[in-house]
């Protein structure tokens, strides 16, 4: 089987949707905590130069967030919506309140690896091509990626 250390991040040539796969040493049931869980979620969230606070988090089918991530003076708000909250699966909207009008529907999923590893799977559609590609132009990749190595240190020491 085959190891997907870094982050995979592709951008589907025919519809505005990023998909980003990676593999963790957890369980499904640690990666859904760590998304679910706002305490956990602050800790690994994004790049390493940023600080998260939460707003409101109501991590259940039909619930909302809203949390802001700052350096020195910057801030960036986030929000969004959950449709679906479960074991395997969650449906999110995510927005960035910089840009308000651009709506993405996201979904992660969890595909158990055995022997306590797990890959996570997430798509992210956008209302646009242009949009799609700003979000990869932003720098994203950085955010995600050390973003995930935050989750994996956190799961090496059995803090989810």
């Not at 089987?1 to 982050?7: A, D, G």
């Not at 994004?46 to 988090?57: C, E, H, M, Q, R």
């Not at 979000?135 to 240190?153: C, F, P, Q, T």
């Amino acid at each position: 089987m085959n190891k997907i250390v870094e982050t995979t991040i592709e951008a589907d040539p025919k519809l505005p949707i990023i998909r980003l796969t990676r593999d963790f040493a957890a369980t499904p049931a640690q990666l859904l905590r760590a998304h679910t869980d706002p305490e956990i979620f602050v800790l690994w969230n994004g790049p390493d130069s940023l600080t998260n606070t939460i707003d409101y988090w109501d991590a259940r089918t039909g619930g909302s967030w809203r949390y802001v991530s700052r350096r020195g003076d910057e801030e960036y708000a986030f929000r969004g919506t959950f449709h679906e909250v479960g074991p395997e699966r969650i449906v999110q909207t995510f927005t960035f309140e910089g840009q308000p009008d651009g709506v993405a529907l996201e979904a992660l999923w969890f595909e158990d690896l055995g022997d306590g590893r797990t890959r996570l799977h997430a798509q992210s559609l956008v209302d646009s091509f242009e949009g799609r590609d700003a979000w990869l132009r932003s720098g994203m990749e950085v955010g995600v990626n050390e973003g995930y190595a935050k989750l994996e240190r956190l799961a090496a020491e059995h803090k989810i």
